[in-house]
């Protein structure tokens, strides 16, 4: 068993208040036994491409150094939500992963921007200001191997199936959807990823705060490997937390064993 805790935060404009906030919640969720914790997509900063810059940090700037202190501190894996990195002049939206002693044992650049351009309801262009990652994540944990994407990257269906033919028994999305794509996609990309691949999926999402450019939709969920929804919240800052058995997953694998069954000499053409 492994108990996993989304921090669904409820993010300011204020960075440093971010970081206090998240420990504190952080530390909440280890208190009530979580061995993994998952921060949000832009989790110390408003999310929109008008705040990248001034907010980007190196890599081993003092948003990480604050992520390894907590995972420390709280003694557990933390899947560190991003923050807008800068290298040689170029941005990244990058999530930094930390084992329970606050090293860093992996990193995810977004691979999949969101551009979209929804008339009338939503137009996001990520990629007037950020560079794409080009590496797919897989974390080796004392619980497992766990795949890490951001956000967009989950409507990519090859990324997770990459990840459970690796060996990994999560999915883990720190995410940040919007009122017009959440209620329709956010939970049933999860399932479908769940189900696709029989692994745990889970997306967490900042809190909504009306009062900033970009409302998220919340909804912070964990998903089991027959796509049967664990835990959920609303749009408020909580703590969702659900404990995954690894013998579901292996049971759901044994029992409709669709991974011995793809037909790969039939989709060899699928990139063309
Ligand atoms: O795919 C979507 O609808 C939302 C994606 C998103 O908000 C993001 O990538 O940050």
Redesign the pocket.
């Known amino acids: 068993m492994v108990k996993l805790a989304l921090v669904q935060l409820l993010v300011s404009s204020n960075k440093q208040q971010n970081l206090k906030r998240a420990a504190t919640l952080i530390k909440e969720a280890a208190n009530k036994g979580a061995n993994i914790v998952v921060l949000p997509?832009?989790f110390n900063s408003p999310?929109g491409i008008q705040y990248f810059e001034e907010y980007a940090e190196e890599l081993h700037g003092e948003t990480a150094r604050a992520l390894s202190a907590m995972a420390k501190e709280s003694n557990v894996y933390l899947i560190g939500g991003s923050f807008p990195e800068i290298q040689f002049g170029k941005y990244y939206?990058t999530c930094t992963i930390w084992n329970r002693v606050g090293e860093l044992i992996g990193t995810h650049r977004?691979v999949?921007?969101?551009d979209?351009d929804i008339p009338g309801k939503?137009t996001?262009q990520?990629s007037k200001v950020l560079s794409p990652g080009n590496e797919l994540t897989l974390v080796d944990t004392e619980h497992g191997t766990i795949g890490v994407g951001?956000?967009?990257?989950?409507?990519f269906p090859e990324m997770a199936m990459i990840a459970a033919r690796k060996g990994a028994f999560a999915m883990i999305y720190p995410?940040?959807?919007?009122t017009?794509?959440?209620p329709l996609?956010?939970e049933l990309?999860q399932r479908a990823r769940a189900v696709d691949n029989q692994m745990f999926v889970a997306a967490c999402s900042p809190a909504r705060d009306t009062s900033a450019t970009?409302h998220?939709?919340g909804h912070s969920t964990v998903v089991d490997p027959m796509g049967k929804v664990l835990a959920t919240t609303e749009e408020s800052e909580a703590i969702v937390e659900a404990e995954l058995d690894i013998e579901e997953m292996k049971n759901a694998r044994t029992s409709i064993p669709v991974s011995f069954q793809r037909r790969f000499d039939l989709y060899k053409n699928v990139a063309e």
Not at 150 to 155: E, T
Request: glycine residues 6%; proline residues 0%.
């Open positions: 997509e832009c999310y939206n977004k999949h921007l969101f979209i939503i996001f990520e951001i956000c967009y990257d989950i409507r995410g940040a959807f919007n017009t794509t959440g996609h956010w990309l970009y998220a939709w």
